[in-house]
């Protein structure tokens, strides 16, 4: 994540964000709990050294976020976000994985595994703070430029795989401005459509995908070849 990369709020953020910090090195948790603390609207509930404590912390305490370093000892941080986007009823905690390494295979298969975004450990504070604010209700993909970053050295095929899920064009459409970070608003006034045609298209591709949110639904959507750093919808 850079300083210029932002994301459009689509609702209004509640008075306090609760957050849940994994990580297994004491001293970042310590920091990152005295920082986030003293920052206006958020609310550090709990602390968790490793994957199987942060998916039992997150069922108990019910976060609005969990903060997650990827590379812990055991149940790494991958493993304890698919375990959260899968178990944790009825509402799972957002996942924003903080890490050292911004090109890191980790990172990729977190946001894979159904991460909404993530920050790297330098980050100055108030970016952090503000991805752990946006990600509590925002409906665009968190920092859609890094995610693309992520995805463009991948090789992507010239066309769907034999199988993949078949989308509308009207749906492709919309992942393709998903994944620029386009809020549902604003996809709306993109197309000249309602906000309920964009939610209603919304929730049917992220069925077809499998996807539990709009940044692993557009992670999906590169890998299938619907969608391509930098161009369209590949066409049909």
């Not at 693309?148 to 989308?167: F, M, N, Q, S, T």
Request: negative net charge; contains cysteine.
């Amino acid at each position: 994540m850079t300083e210029t990369e932002t994301v459009t709020m689509a609702m209004t953020v509640p008075a306090t964000v609760c957050v849940l910090i994994a990580d297994d090195e004491e001293i970042t948790r310590t920091g990152l709990r005295t920082l986030l603390s003293a920052w206006p609207g958020i609310q550090v509930t709990g602390e968790a050294a490793d994957g199987v404590e942060a998916v039992a912390l997150a069922e108990r305490l019910r976060p609005d976020v969990v903060l997650m370093d990827v590379r812990m000892p055991g149940v790494d941080g991958i493993e304890a976000t698919r375990r959260l986007r899968q178990s944790a009823p009825p509402d799972p905690p957002k996942v924003v994985v903080i890490t050292t390494f911004e090109n890191d295979d980790h990172v990729y298969d977190a946001l894979r595994a159904g991460a909404a975004g993530f920050v790297l450990k330098r980050s100055p504070v108030e970016q952090i703070a503000q991805a752990v604010r946006l990600v509590a209700t925002t409906d665009s993909v968190l920092f859609p430029d890094a995610v693309r970053r992520l995805v463009a050295a991948r090789p992507v095929p010239p066309r769907p795989p034999r199988g993949a899920p078949a989308l509308t064009a009207r749906e492709l459409e919309i992942l393709r401005l998903m994944a620029t970070g386009l809020s549902n608003p604003g996809i709306a006034e993109r197309l000249v459509v309602s906000l309920e045609t964009v939610k209603t298209h919304i929730s049917n591709l992220l069925a077809k995908l499998g996807a539990g949110n709009r940044t692993q639904a557009v992670i999906l959507a590169y890998e299938c070849g619907f969608v391509v750093p930098g161009a369209g919808p590949v066409p049909p």
